[in-house]
């Protein structure tokens, strides 16, 4: 039976992205992160996309189709994300964005989403992004209520 590597106390249920050592809470992976570093490897495991980089606008509906609708959320409430001081501060962490560069590059998005739920810091960004967003929802329906 493992135990955590960075309080050695209990049974771990996460690993590091970065050096793959195994933690058990999101307090340990705060200690563990100041130290951490990365893991030599003899093959990279995040291909490099140089060229299919564009340089040309897009926007979220070019992402998303008719059939999406169900689960769209609009784009007001998007941009509330990039407002939002408390997302711009936990993307300043390296891991992070690391994080999400591989979700992105992932052949199956789906695989690669169920992984990245079991860090505790992309649980948080995801936790705080769904913040933002339903909290934005719960006002604007308020508004719409006043509104009548």
């Keep these: 039976m493992q135990i955590c590597s960075v309080c050695s106390e209990t049974t771990p249920k996460?690993?590091?992205?970065?050096c793959k050592i195994r933690y058990c809470s999101l307090g340990c992976y705060k200690l563990h992160k100041d130290t951490c570093l990365p893991v030599e490897q003899t093959a990279p495991s995040v291909p490099e996309v140089k060229e299919a980089v564009s340089t040309e606008p897009w926007?979220?509906?070019?992402?998303l189709h008719e059939e999406?609708?169900?689960d769209k959320?609009?784009?007001q409430r998007l941009q509330l994300l990039g407002q939002?001081?408390?997302l711009r501060d936990l993307l300043c962490n390296r891991h992070l964005r690391q994080l999400l560069r591989s979700i992105d590059c992932a052949d199956s998005k789906d695989d690669a989403m169920k992984a990245a739920m079991q860090e505790p810091l992309f649980v948080?960004?995801?936790?705080?992004c769904l913040k933002i967003v339903e909290n934005e929802a719960k006002s604007l329906t308020s508004n719409e209520a006043?509104?009548?």
């Design 59 to 63: 926007s979220v509906e070019d992402l």
């Design 84 to 86: 939002s001081k408390e």
């Design 14 to 18: 996460y690993r590091c992205p970065v």
């Design 146 to 148: 006043d509104d009548l």
């Design 124 to 128: 948080e960004f995801s936790d705080q």
């Design 73 to 75: 959320v609009p784009v």
């Design 68 to 70: 999406d609708i169900i």
